[in-house]
Each structure stands twice: as structure tokens, then as C-alpha cells.
T-cell receptor
Framework: DGGITQSPKYLFRKEGQNVTLSCEQN?????MYWYRQDPGQGLRLIYY???????QKGDIAEGYSVSREKKESFPLTVTSAQKNPTAFYLC????????????FGPGTRLTVL | EDKVVQSPLSLVVHEGDTVTLNCSYE??????LLWYKQEKKAPTFLFML????IEKKSGRLSSILDKKELFSILNITATQTGDSAIYLC?????????FGAGTRLTVKP
């Protein structure tokens, strides 16, 4: 089955710890994206990557880092510099330069205690 | 600055009512307008609109785009409790999609 997976579904961390969220896709998509969603709000773009070994900051990149070493994988690290990391994180992938073809993963809910 | 604005932010109706959700956008190199339904998990795709004035329909849901006024609406007729969700509007450019804050729809029995 083709799709996009995120793990874990729920994640708890202590304040000050870095944490890495996984995103994997087998749709053969070139582009991948990370969004953050806070309660009652829409999706805000953190980072996106149109091709392997290249990525761009979105609107709220501060306190986050990414890598794109493989086409299938786009992990997101939430660093201790992110002041309010508790949120729902969504990963998506699409055809290159066609963000309107995005498929979303199931999301990871991160809670920082 | 690119932006997408949805209204209302919250709406409570009773089963059987008809609702209209609004979305205005300003996005560089606009390509398409998308509507999603979100129920406590990942958004699910409803419609993609690229041409003005052409209504898209799926059951009780319909949507239309006005590229001159930079506006789209999503209509839901004969609402059901299962329509309760957050409805997200997104405008696509070349590199990314800009999302609105969403409209939280609650349908009461």
C-alpha cells in the first residue's frame, strides 16, 4: 500500500529535550512538508523540501530542524529552542512543485511536560 | 504577504440546516484553492478548485471559486451530526500551500 506514515502517534518529552519526529512516504513524491497545528487553528508550515538534500524554511522554522538525506524520509527535530513545542505535527508529501497534490500523514501529537 | 482568511471561525447549527463557509485568499502565483475536512486527525481532501465560476459537488457538499474577488465558499446542505469537524481552506502557490485558521462546525441533533 502506498502512503505516508508518521511515528510515533503520541510523544511525551520533558522540557529542554530535543525530540525527532519521523515521516516516511512510499509514494515516490519528491516534495515533503512539515506543518504544526495548535488547538483551534489551521496548519502552519515549518519546513518543506522539494528535492533530496534541499529544504526551505516555512513561516515558523525557528526552534526546528530537518534533514532530507533520502527521498522517502523527512525527519523533523524539535529542539529545546522551540519555546512552545506542544502541538499536533503533520507531515505531507506531494509531486514536486505541486503542493496541491499533498497527501497527509496521520500526525504526531507532541506534549512537552 | 500571503494569507488565507476563513469565516466564521466557529459555527453551531442544527441537523438539516444549510451552512456556508467562507474563504478569502491572497497568494503569490496562485494555482488552486483546496478544501479539507479535519476530524481530530489528518485533514481529508474535499475539493480542489482552479477555475472561476465552476461549481464542484460531492453529495451534500459543494464549492465554488471566484478568482476575480479571490474568494471561495463551501456549502453543506441538510447538515448531519457527522459533518461536525474543522473545515480548512488552503491556497496553493508554486512551492507551498497557505492554510486558513479553519471553521469549526458543530451540528447538533
Amino acid at each position: 500500500d502506498g502512503g505516508i506514515t508518521q511515528s510515533p502517534k503520541y510523544l511525551f518529552r520533558k522540557e529542554g529535550q530535543n525530540v525527532t519526529l519521523s515521516c516516511e512516504q512510499n509514494l515516490n513524491h519528491d516534495a515533503m512538508y512539515w506543518y504544526r497545528q495548535d488547538p483551534g487553528q489551521g496548519l502552519r508550515l515549518i519546513y518543506y523540501s522539494q528535492i533530496v538534500n534541499d529544504f526551505q524554511k516555512g513561516d515558523i522554522a525557528e526552534g526546528y530542524s530537518v534533514s532530507r538525506e533520502k527521498k522517502e524520509s523527512f525527519p523533523l527535530t524539535v529542539t529545546s529552542a522551540q519555546k512552545n513545542p506542544t502541538a499536533f505535527y503533520l507531515c505531507a508529501s506531494s509531486i514536486r512543485l505541486r503542493p496541491d497534490t499533498q497527501y497527509f500523514g496521520p500526525g504526531t501529537r507532541l506534549t512537552v511536560l | 504577504e500571503d494569507k488565507v482568511v476563513q469565516s466564521p471561525l466557529s459555527l453551531v447549527v442544527h441537523e438539516g440546516d444549510t451552512v456556508t463557509l467562507n474563504c478569502s485568499y491572497e497568494v503569490t502565483n496562485f494555482r488552486s484553492l483546496l478544501w479539507y475536512k479535519q476530524e481530530k486527525k489528518a485533514p481529508t481532501f474535499l475539493f480542489m478548485l482552479t477555475s472561476s465560476g465552476i461549481e464542484k459537488k460531492s453529495g451534500r457538499l459543494s464549492s465554488i471559486l471566484d478568482k476575480k474577488e479571490l474568494f471561495s465558499i463551501l456549502n453543506i446542505t441538510a447538515t448531519q451530526t457527522g459533518d461536525s469537524a474543522i473545515y480548512l481552506c488552503a491556497a496553493s502557490g508554486n512551492n507551498d500551500m497557505r492554510f486558513g485558521a479553519g471553521t469549526r462546525l458543530t451540528v447538533k441533533p
